[in-house]
């Protein structure tokens, strides 16, 4: 069986550390180990555009960002298929007739979209769009044959509504083929990787909540937010004993500091769990443990910005590539549909008499 791997992002902002950690980070693993038939990272600008109808400025702007986001954090467009979700209309007719296999009860028992009903206060104005996104979203892993799914957990009712939706047209039109395979999800395994906390240590690191890191920001920028990191409010004097648990620089610590670190910047301590052990003891105050923080962050981000500034010198050949590869994923989606037709029977050809 043919392995291909499929996930994407909605460009409505840049990336930032939770993006890395929870999914950037695995993309250039699965990159490097090469175990795929092909990999494509879908811009979901479509998908974007069912809340931001009225902000098209905001997913234009952002494609090529989160474009650029990506190769900075090590995606080699050599490897790695970054195409345009609407740049490939077939997603959009599969799309109309997997609409036809879900029922809006459904849709609206999906505990993602729920959540995101709420949460953009849609309860009384909900496009259409925006809560059939889960059907085009089967579209796009349907599409493409995708066996792995990389997602962070909240997608996880995404992936479960595509099988069903996989085995309705199954069900329905009972194909002579298979035509799509099984995707499957692969999310973070690690819990802070999966959900790290934002800069003010009270809800996850996103855009829309003003509390993250961003892959592009710079030096000073970093530090500054860094220094005002939520830590542990009791901890008043250095002597004092300091709490890990809600502490943002221990969390963003775990995530990303390992012994080499230490070496290099904090040779005093081993490792984390000696840094910890001191903190919790009293005697270690949090500038040390955010300067160290910094320099942790600094050394991910520097070779990062460095290849954005690059990136930032070929914004045309970007987005030609992402054009050109925008038509391999419609030819490939494209002989899905075919094949979906023929299932549905609507090969009107075959009613020619020759
Ligand atoms: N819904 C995904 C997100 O918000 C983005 C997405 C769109 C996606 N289509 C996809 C992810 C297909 C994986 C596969 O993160």
Redesign the pocket.
Known sequence: MKNII?????PTGNLHLGHYVG?LKKRVELQEEGNFDRFYI?V?DT?ALTDNANNIDKVKNNLIQVVIDYISAGIDPNKVTIFI?SRVPELAEMTTYFMNLVTLSRLQRNPTIKEEIKHRGFENSLPIGFIN?PV??AA??LAFG?TI????E??LP??EQTNEILNSFNYTYKPKEEIFAKPKAIIPQDKICGRLPGLDGKVKMSKSAGNAIYLCDDEATVKQKIMSAYTDPDHIRVNDPGKLEGNIVFAYLDAFANDAHFEKYLPEYKNLDELKAHYTRGGLGDVKVKLFLNNVINELLTPIRKRREECLKHINELYEMLFENSLIASAHARETLNKMKDAMGLNYEKLLNN
Not at 6 to 10: A, E, V
């Open positions: 499929l996930t994407g992002d909605r999914s879908m979901a998908q979700q996104y085009s979203q796009d892993i995708a799914v990389p997602v962070g909240d997608q995404m992936i």
